[in-house]
């Protein structure tokens, strides 16, 4: 376990917001929508590494630095010290995004935490889809 500790700053980093479908890639998503998965957090994405059977560490007090409200993030090693893969299926970073994105939805508690927030997105936002000037 020492000698993991220096090293996890070679690891890659996973933002929650590379993956999410409710980001466009200006905000900093990284995979196309159709792949993304909605709202991921860094739990989750962590519980998915460790599926993967990838050595991670979720890391609480970052924050992704185009948007300082989203806190977390992901520090995930694809290769062993010899150059060989964790996971053969993996190889590159995109492919994580995108295996990743795939295994957030079926997290145990996923479904039980969609159903409240689509709810509540309903009565979200009171402006109607219309605006601008009236013409007379």
């Not at 690891?11 to 990284?30: A, D, F």
């Not at 991921?40 to 059977?53: A, F, S, W």
């Amino acid at each position: 376990m020492d000698g993991e500790i220096p090293n996890i700053k070679k690891w890659i980093v996973l933002y929650p917001i590379y993956i999410n479908s409710k980001k466009t890639i200006v905000e900093g998503r990284r995979i196309t929508t159709s792949k993304a998965c909605e709202n991921p957090t860094c739990d989750e994405i962590g519980d998915c590494c460790r599926h993967l059977k990838l050595p991670s560490a979720v890391e609480v007090d970052k924050a992704y630095p185009r948007d300082f409200m989203q806190k977390g993030r992901v520090r995930v090693l694809l290769k062993k010290e010899d150059g060989s893969l964790y996971n053969p299926d993996i190889s590159s970073r995109k492919q994580l995004m995108v295996r990743v994105a795939e295994l957030v939805p079926r997290q145990p508690g996923r479904t039980k935490k969609q159903e409240p927030a689509a709810s509540t997105s309903g009565a979200g936002p009171s402006k109607s889809g219309k605006g601008g000037k009236k013409k007379r």
